[in-house]
Each structure stands twice: as C-alpha cells, then as structure tokens.
C-alpha cells in the first residue's frame, strides 16, 4: 500500500519537486516500508521520536524537522536534521545559532511563515520574514533555505490557492531581491490534501503524511 501510494504521487510531481515523506506518529516498519521503494525524505515533528527513529533507519535518509520545536530540545534534533523547516521564531533562530556555533555545525532552515487564517497563529508574517533577513550577518552558523507554509484546513480551494499564492508572492520577491542569498531555493508547501494546488503555486517540496501512510493513530 505504501509503495503504491508512493508511486502515485510520485509520477505527479514535477522533476525538481522533492517529496518530504510525513512519518511522524508511524512506526518504524512504515518508514523502511517506503525507504525499500526509494524513498529517502522522511520528515517528522516530534523530537524524542526523531532522535528514536534516527538509528532504526539506514544512514542515507535525510531527515527533516517539521514540528514545533522547544529550545530546549534541540540536542534531539539538530545533530540528525537535515533540514529544520519550521523555524517559527526569533528565540528558537537565536538558539539554533547558539548551538551551530557551540557544535561548529552550520544548520540548514526554512523560515515557517503563517499564511492561513487559522487561529493558532504559529509562525512569522512577511514583514517579519524580511527583516530576519535582513540580519543573516547575526546568524552566520545558519543557512536560510527558504520558507515553509501551511494552508489554511478548508475545503475552499479558493482559500488555499490564496494562501499559497501569498506565500509564493514573498518567496519570489525575496528570491528576485535578495539573490546574495545563494541557498535560499526552498519553497515548501503542500499535503495530503492540498499538493496539487501547491504545485501549481511553485511548490519546490512537498511534506505528504496521510496520503503515504495513512491516517496517523495519535
Ligand atoms: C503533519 C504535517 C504534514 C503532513 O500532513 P498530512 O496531511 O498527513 O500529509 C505536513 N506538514 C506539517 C508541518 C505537518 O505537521
């Protein structure tokens, strides 16, 4: 089931477009599961089970943070990610620099940005977004890869387009305006039930749970 899954959405996206594999609240098995048809992004949001599942699964995965993270949990989670796309503050920025400079690691981001109109508003607005970058100079042990985004939860594809049209506004504006900044390619958005729409707004990455494991027992 995985494997056809997998391959459905596979043949859709776009050469270019990468596929984060949503493994969060799944065992193990589910993940190797998906590893043994090629897939290699795995993406998940709890630390303990990151820093868990790090060890289970073969050394060429390339593991992506997508959660809520606490300053204090870093230690579980930067050593092993790849990518931490949800960056969704200044505290947690300022933190992820102090622990690159005291592990003398450079720690690739994506700067989350709210776009929905859902309440719990977690993440930067664009005016935020620009002014952190335009302070990269504070964060030299991090590098700035783009920006993340969720829609917001409706069935109204109007709102989602809007929102990921938003989205994709600012990441071409900050692409065309600051082109110093050579990393910044990302723009990832895009799940389950709203991906083909993401594409279509100039998705880059696409984070898919559901659709590839199915529903998550929480
Ligand atoms: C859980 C999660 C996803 C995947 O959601 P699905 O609807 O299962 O595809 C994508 N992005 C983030 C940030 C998530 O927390």
């Known amino acids: 089931m995985i494997a056809q899954n997998l391959l459905k959405i596979k043949e859709k996206l776009p050469s270019g477009v990468r596929l984060a594999a949503v493994s969060k609240f799944h065992p193990v098995e589910r993940l190797q ?35 809520h993270l606490q300053t204090n949990k870093l230690k579980l989670v930067l050593p092993y990610a790849a990518l931490v796309q949800s960056v969704d503050s200044l505290h947690l920025l300022e933190a992820i620099q102090t622990w690159a400079a005291a592990n003398r690691k450079c720690v690739p981001v994506l700067l989350e940005v709210h776009i929905s109109s859902d309440a719990t508003k977690q993440g ?74 993401a594409l279509e707004a100039g998705s880059t990455m696409v984070r898919i749970g559901t659709a590839i494991f199915g529903p998550r027992e929480y």
Do not use: N
């Open 33 to 67: 599961e998906a590893y043994a048809v090629g897939q290699r992004i795995f993406a998940e949001s709890r630390p303990q089970e990151l820093a868990a599942k790090v060890p289970q699964m073969p050394s060429d995965v390339e593991w992506h943070f997508i959660g």
């Open 124 to 197: 930067f607005d664009a005016g935020e977004v620009r002014s952190i970058l335009q302070r990269t100079g504070d964060f030299p042990d991090v590098r700035f890869c783009g920006l993340m985004g969720m829609a917001t939860l409706t069935d109204d594809e109007t709102v989602i387009r809007s929102d990921f049209a938003r989205l994709s506004a600012l990441f071409s504006e900050i692409r065309s305006t600051r082109p110093e900044l050579a990393d910044f390619r990302e723009l990832s958005i895009g799940m389950s039930d709203d991906w083909p729409l």
